[in-house]
Nanobody, 126 residues
Framework: QVQLEESGGGSVQAGGSLRLSCKAS??????MGWFRQAPGKEREGVGT????????YYADSVKGRFTISQDSAKNTLYLQMDSLKPEDTAMYYC?????????????????????WGQGTQVTVSS
């Protein structure tokens, strides 16, 4: 079973940047994703990446501001967040795409993912 651990969250002013990390216990050649959940809201997809091909998909709300990348030598996934807005405030999670029909990397849909990390908090102030 893959174990994931997020880190790098913190507090930043609007317009600032943060880089989140997701350390995996073992190598995966499947899709991995970043997700977030704000108080009173459902968990939503941020973006996904195919580990081997570096193909990425992003939610419209973060496109052009957030970038997903990976370092296979370190079994680590990254989320670079630039031009942060107060509405980006949330707990951020990483996860892996589950097997089975109907689960597609490009959908960036939380129910399609598993092996959730513990999350890291991002707070953006105005």
């Amino acid at each position: 079973q893959v174990q994931l651990e997020e880190s790098g969250g913190g507090s930043v002013q609007a317009g600032g940047s943060l880089r989140l990390s997701c350390k995996a216990s073992e190598f995966s050649n499947y899709c991995m994703g970043w997700f977030r959940q704000a108080p009173g809201k459902e968990r939503e997809g941020v973006g996904t990446i195919y580990w081997r091909s570096d193909t990425t998909y992003y939610a419209d709300s973060v496109k052009g501001r957030f970038t997903i990348s990976q370092d296979s030598a370190k079994n680590t996934l990254y989320l670079q967040m630039d031009s942060l807005k107060p509405e980006d405030t949330a707990m951020y999670y990483c996860a892996t795409l589950r097997g089975g029909i109907g689960a597609y990397c490009y959908n960036i849909d939380p129910p399609d993912f598993e092996n959730w990390g513990q999350g890291t908090q991002v707070t953006v102030s105005s």
